[in-house]
């Protein structure tokens, strides 16, 4: 375990704070046989920023996917929300991932649903009342700056406009932690840019946000919390921290 | 789940076979097509069975009696031959009678008697009709014994034979619907999964806004259940216009083949496939889905 992740759980134990993610040793070696993550610790506090940054294939996909379940640890502990998810029944997965917004690189979004139905898609599933779709949905939309385009289809969009909704489905359902997976990858840095800056006022409003990127520039700019990937291993984690200690 | 979700889910299989018009229509075409299929094999065997079972219960014994004989020895015959074992019916047919039948079943050559009509050269006879074609036989010997008889006709050869091909016909057809019927179970389940495999990403993002599994195969049940239920529907009317036309076209050229009559036979064949189709496709349409719903 880094020396980061022993402080952060020595200080909430002391205060009793219930730890929001948790990684304890946690390795994955995909079914053909690749090890994606080895050993990796880390702990994340409720509120926090983090980017968790490295090059390609270092593991930043598959700490993402392990933090909102898609996959289990091969071995070691990964606890979310004090709920240790190789323990968790799989009835219990669909409401866990309610408490999750994620995002992705390529947006996931339906084609062949308008924004407003992506985005009231979440709300959907969580047996809400029409008024609060109704209510709920332009409120997200008004907050990523597409309150007009309700009606558009995603092909219609520009790719951060289709990221944008993206978002806003992450967060519609009101997330305790958003994780997004590179999800400027397909975008130009100015764009990029505003889509930080989207996370960081969901960050502002109290949910955790943890994302997996390539924006150097960016990372730099924000002088967050910054885990760095090496081979699966948690090589770096500063507090304030830039892209990379090389450069 | 609240009444809302179910409105919802609802709304969700109709929107679903709109938004997947292409692969929806090409589900229930295949549908249609195999339930037409085998709802001809199932209505072709079914009137198979109707002839065997009207050639069978035409299958009778004919005892020709001496001319002698009092009226109280034939009430006496009649009475020994009725309890015999496998008789079913026996019915006295004298000889004018006789003479009259063969008339008829001359129709326009009835002349050709007029000679013989002085003197009637027709016996009077028994008609006895039997369980089963293979009793005939052992039936006839004994009302040959009886004293009084002249002379016993069957066809035991034929009958028996007869009964064979038709018990023949009657086990391969039965073979051949249930080989029908399994292709027909594959054919759509197969497409219907191909249907669900076009949605694999709409189920993972369902899985992913956290969408209980229930609430994703809901949609997918419902849509498969109205698929199936349509194919089945135009499988069933088509099959209705075409038995009409086999009656109005085929059956006036073959007036002696008995045939069964539209209803209510095709209303029990239609209400078959509609089960068999609604159920194929509700099931073929939420089964593969599991697999798609361990992410």
């Not at chain 1, 205060?15 to 993610?21: C, K, Q, S, T, Y």
Request: charged share 25%; proline share 4%; net charge positive.
């Amino acid at each position: 375990m880094s020396n980061k992740a022993i402080e952060c759980q020595t200080r909430s134990n002391r205060l009793g704070v219930v730890p929001m993610i948790l990684l304890e040793n946690a390795s994955k070696i995909y079914a053909n046989k690749v090890l994606a993550l080895d050993g990796a610790s880390l702990y994340i506090d409720r509120s926090e920023f983090v980017f968790i940054v490295g090059p390609s294939g270092a593991g930043k996909s598959t700490l993402v996917r392990l933090i909102y379940r898609e996959e289990l640890p091969t071995s070691g502990r990964v606890v979310v929300f004090d709920k240790d998810l190789s323990k968790m029944r799989p009835r219990e997965v669909p409401f866990f991932r309610r408490r999750i917004g994620v995002v992705f690189q390529d947006f996931k979004l339906l084609e062949d649903r308008t924004v407003f139905e992506n985005v009231a898609f979440a709300l959907r599933v969580t047996d809400s009342t029409r008024r609060e779709i109704r209510r709920r949905v332009p409120a997200v939309l008004e907050l990523v700056g597409l309150r007009d385009k309700q009606k558009s289809y995603p092909r219609q969009l520009s790719g951060g406009e289709q990221q944008r909704v993206s978002l806003a489905r992450a967060i519609v359902n009101n997330p305790e932690l958003v994780v997004a997976d590179e999800p400027t990858g397909n975008l130009d840095p100015d764009t990029a840019w505003e889509i930080f800056q989207l996370l960081r006022e969901i960050n502002r409003r109290g949910t955790t946000v943890v994302v997996a990127t390539h924006a150097r520039e960016i990372v730099n700019r924000f002088g967050k919390r910054v885990i760095a990937l090496k081979d699966g291993q948690v090589v770096r984690d500063e507090e304030k921290g830039v892209y990379s200690s090389e450069g | 789940m609240r009444v809302r979700t179910w409105t919802y889910l609802v709304g969700q299989s109709l929107q679903g076979i709109r938004r997947h018009l292409h692969m929806s229509l090409a589900s229930v075409t295949t549908m249609a097509v195999s339930l037409f299929v085998l709802g001809v094999f199932v209505v072709a065997s079914l009137n198979l069975s109707y002839v065997a079972e009207v050639i069978e219960s035409q299958i009778e014994i004919r005892a020709y009696l001496y001319d002698d004989i009092p009226a109280q020895g034939i009430l006496d015959l009649e009475v020994a031959i009725s309890a015999l074992e496998y008789v079913t019916d026996v019915e006295y047919v004298d000889k004018d009678t006789a003479l009259s039948r063969l008339k008829e079943q001359l129709g326009p050559q009835a002349d050709l008697l007029e000679a013989v009509e002085e003197m009637n050269p027709l016996r009077n006879s028994f008609v006895v009709k039997v369980e089963a074609p293979e009793f005939v036989g052992l039936v006839a010997s004994q009302v040959e014994e009886f004293q009084g008889v002249a002379k016993v006709d069957h066809r035991q050869d034929l009958m028996s034979r007869l009964s064979a091909v038709i018990r023949a016909i009657r086990v391969s057809a039965l073979f051949i619907i249930l080989l029908l019927g399994v292709a027909t179970i594959l054919i759509i389940s197969n497409t219907v999964r191909l249907a669900v495999l076009s949605r694999q990403r709409e189920v993972y993002i369902m899985k992913l806004v956290g969408a209980t599994d229930s609430f994703i195969r809901w949609p997918f049940f419902l849509e498969g259940m109205l698929l199936g239920l349509a194919g089945a529907a135009v499988a069933s009317f088509v099959l209705d216009r075409a038995y009409d036309w086999f009656l109005a076209n085929v059956y006036v050229m073959l007036p002696f083949v008995p045939v069964l009559a539209k209803q209510p036979m095709l209303q029990v064949v239609s209400l078959g496939l509609i089960t068999l189709g609604t159920a194929i496709g509700a099931l073929g349409s939420s089964i593969p889905l599991k697999r798609f719903l361990r992410v």
